[in-house]
């Protein structure tokens, strides 16, 4: 068993540092291929064979009243058949409970933290006020651990004057003033997002209003939350990560540098490897999450249904799109969630249906497979209508900013800069309309909290394919600027900003701005 550790910030970085727009890129190979770029980690036990294991799906939580309970913790689970492989987990499952909620109902989620180290929850996608957003250094210490400014710089957090720090439990208080949507909630310690995720903790939370309930959308077991995460496992079945803290997760059998962000060689559907589903021959909706710490999909049907297009999406990020977009293939960046309708009426019964990774290679180019089972009554179906969408006028912003994505000598930066949480890089005030620039050198998923926002162009032309509807992460190509405009509205503080490559944010790419 091998171990090592890495800098956070004492990596190697692009030559160069901050370079402009127009030449991000340039002499830089790498930077501009779309291929997956990362640290390539390969499993060391036999891997099942794919489409073996039925697909699960998280339970839903049960809440008193209005008010739920998550218990942080280890646990052994076996997600590879008859292999123990120890996680951590919302209520020690991966992934954690589903919260439902409706729109507009206060939803209060206590979390305990049994585990060995202090955790943050943010809810990704959440219209959130400051202190329950989860911030990257507002730590929850295990019960026992002494929740103090020194303790967290002991472990690795920046100096931070503004922190909340709770010992054994904090509850999390989420208004909910926004639209139906797929949310999921996820650890958010600063340095160490990516080791948490990794282990397992990440659960979905959807929210509901009557204007999506009373569309004809597939619903009940046909209205399907889909997990998408990649790993490797250890010959032991120990999940196989390169750790910043070798402490809290060891790394068998791995050499060279995770700065890039990690790849696994297995694909994950709910927590199960390329699991299987037995479908109705009728529509159903699938909420698909790229839970993956650095892994883009590609994801498309094989064989498409007659007439091609079988992927039609009615929702992104923020909720339901206008109008439904047909798509053969559509691509997730770490933390995008897009709102699915597949109709299997389309093909034959018995027959199966592969969903590819049309991004992966080898192990990682199959994500699970449909088998249509029998005939079913279907009273859906998908409206040319969805909602409507107040679009955005960007002769109304107030101020446009741009911040650049980079790698440089300081790690990867947002405008040259490292994280630090004492720093504020943006002033919005509240109820202000914002033009926000972002250029990348490479594939970086940049989300913001707090807001939705629309995608006003790429390169300054047209959006992409797969940016339509309110959105709160944006996949970013090498060599590539995307404009984007979103309201500040509701809640003044500190939120932040970063790149949801979780090895890149854990690097320093991330940044703060205070609503005023």
């Excluded at 913790?73 to 409970?97: R, S």
């Excluded at 597939?218 to 390169?242: E, H, K, N, Q, T």
């Excluded at 005939?375 to 741009?402: G, K, M, V, W, Y």
Aim: charged letters at 15%; a negative charge.
């Amino acid at each position: 068993m091998s171990r090592f550790t890495f800098s956070r910030r004492g990596f190697l970085g692009v030559a160069g540092g901050v370079v402009a727009a127009a030449g991000v890129g340039a002499g830089i190979p790498w930077l501009a291929r779309p291929a997956e770029i990362g640290t390539q980690l390969t499993s060391r036990l036999p891997l099942p064979q794919p489409f073996t294991v039925p697909l699960p799906v998280p339970p839903v939580a049960t809440p008193t009243g209005d008010h739920y309970e998550i218990t942080q913790q280890v646990a052994t689970k076996e997600i590879l058949p008859g292999v123990p492989t120890e996680i951590w987990g919302f209520n020690g499952i991966y992934p954690g409970p589903t919260i439902v909620s409706q729109s507009g109902q206060r939803t209060i989620v206590r979390h305990r933290n049994h585990l060995p180290a202090p955790t943050v929850v943010h809810l990704h996608g959440g219209h959130t006020p400051p202190l329950s957003d989860g911030y990257p250094t507002d730590l929850v210490f295990p019960a026992g651990m002494a929740a103090t400014p020194a303790m967290a710089q002991s472990m690795g957090m920046a100096p931070d004057p503004r922190a909340v720090l709770a010992e054994g439990t904090r509850d999390y208080d989420y208004p909910l003033r926004q639209r139906a949507t797929t949310l999921w909630y996820h650890d958010h310690r600063m340095g160490f997002t990516g080791a948490s995720v990794y282990r397992g903790l990440a659960g979905f939370h959807l929210i509901h209003d009557q204007e999506e309930l009373a569309l004809p959308l597939p619903r009940g077991d046909r209205d399907v939350p889909i997990m998408l995460a990649d790993r490797a496992f250890a010959a032991d079945g120990s999940l196989v990560y390169p750790a910043v803290d070798p402490t809290l997760l060891h790394t068998p059998g791995v050499t060279g540098s995770a700065v890039q962000g990690v790849l696994g060689d297995v694909i994950l559907a709910n927590g199960a490897p390329w699991p299987a589903m037995e479908v109705d021959a009728a529509r159903y909706r699938f909420r698909f999450l790229n839970a993956s710490n650095a892994r883009r999909y590609g994801l498309a049907l094989d064989p498409p249904p007659p007439g091609g297009a079988g992927l039609i999406q009615i929702g992104s990020d923020g909720g339901l799109l206008r109008a439904p977009i047909p798509h053969d293939q559509i691509q997730l960046s770490p933390a995008e969630r897009f709102d699915v309708v597949i109709d299997f009426s389309r093909y034959r019964v018995g027959q199966q249906v592969v969903l590819r990774n049309l991004l992966g290679t080898g192990t990682t180019a199959n994500v699970m497979r449909f088998h249509i089972v029998r005939p079913a009554t279907d009273d859906t179906h998908i409206p040319a209508r969805l909602t409507e969408i107040d679009t955005l006028n960007p002769s109304q912003a107030t101020t446009t900013r741009d911040f650049s994505f980079l790698s440089s000598a300081n790690g990867w930066t947002i405008n040259g800069q490292a994280f630090d949480p004492r720093l504020i890089n943006a002033n919005p005030t509240l109820g202000d309309t914002e033009i926000w620039r972002f250029v990348s050198d490479f594939h970086h998923s940049i989300h913001l909290h707090l807001v939705q926002f629309q995608v006003l162009s790429r390169d300054g032309r047209a959006p992409g394919p797969y940016d339509a509807g309110w959105k709160d992460t944006v996949d970013t190509l090498p060599a590539q600027a995307i404009t984007v405009i979103a309201r500040f509205t509701d809640y003044r503080g500190r939120f932040i900003y970063h790149c949801h490559n979780l090895e890149h944010e854990d690097m320093g790419m991330m940044a703060n701005f205070e609503v005023g």
